[in-house]
């Protein structure tokens, strides 16, 4: 019997910003603790993102007691993580009007400056609703400011694969996992079901959707035609191309890298 290993953990606190390895993990009932809590909104109060603003990748972020931060080039700004004071809005992301409120000028005005263009900083508080499509929900389920799911798993080997086939290899980066696991075969997170991490049970919910951000190098904040115009020759069906699994999970545990995963129902690909 073949062992599985979650061999990586990763949040990505700002969304569309740098992510945060870690060795262990909160679950909440929105995600990973912290992950995609924050994120910039443009004039029209709508999210921005690296498919518009490749250069976001260039802000480096890193947790301190108490702290988010957040590094350009050589300049660091501290953004406190519990923080429940600023003006409430309602900012877009996708289809969806969410409430959200904004911590202060001061950080608004940092990434203005340094992205050349007016933009707010936005914190998505833990209380608000946004739940999961309900043609995949299994229950009650919510996430924060993600696309669509709480969590996102891709399997070290589906990446081993797609190098093997690739002109020169794409670190993990690219995709902006939650959770990678080794001692998998290529794609067969695509089949999973229900399966525990550390003993904490979760739900496959729908393979991964991607997009032109995968195409963005998170060291140079530069575009490219790969990994997009190689997964298209075998991981493209319609219009869509997949690569990794989203995840509904627990409202509450902890997850760390070494962790055991079982898997209890691998049946359809949705």
């Known amino acids: 019997m073949k062992l599985i290993q979650l061999s990586q953990i990763w949040i990505y606190p700002v969304k569309g910003l740098g992510g945060v390895p870690l060795t262990s993990a909160r679950i909440q009932p929105k995600g990973l603790q912290y992950d995609r809590r924050w994120m910039l909104i443009d004039e029209k109060s709508e999210f921005m993102t690296q498919r518009v603003h490749p250069e976001m990748a260039l802000f480096k972020l890193s947790m301190s007691p108490g702290n988010l931060e957040v590094t350009f080039r050589n300049e ?73 799911f709480p969590f ?22 690219r995709f902006r996992p939650n959770f990678v696991f080794t001692g998998g075969d290529p794609n067969e997170e695509d089949t999973w079901q ?3 991490i550390g003993g904490h049970r979760f739900f496959g919910a729908k393979r991964c959707t991607r997009c032109a951000v995968t195409t963005v190098n998170q060291d140079t904040g530069e575009k490219g035609k790969e990994p997009l115009q190689t997964l298209a020759t075998y991981r493209q069906e319609g219009a869509n191309i997949y690569f990794g699994k989203n995840l509904i999970g627990p409202g509450k545990g902890e997850v760390r890298i070494g962790d055991r995963i079982e898997i209890s129902g691998s049946e359809n690909i949705p």
């Open 76 to 148: 660091t700004m501290r953004v406190p993580l519990d923080n429940d004071r600023g003006e409430r809005i309602l900012a877009a992301v996708w289809d969806d009007m969410v409430s959200v409120q904004a911590p202060g000028a001061e950080y608004d005005n940092w990434f203005s400056e340094r992205l050349g263009f007016a933009c707010r900083l936005v914190q998505f508080p833990e209380e608000n609703p946004r739940a999961v499509d309900d043609a995949y929900a299994i229950g009650d389920d919510h996430f924060a400011l993600q696309d669509a």
């Open 152 to 173: 996102l798993l891709i399997g070290q080997a589906s990446l081993d694969e797609l190098n093997r086939r690739l002109p020169a290899p794409l670190p993990m980066n």
């Open 194 to 196: 229900w399966f525990t």
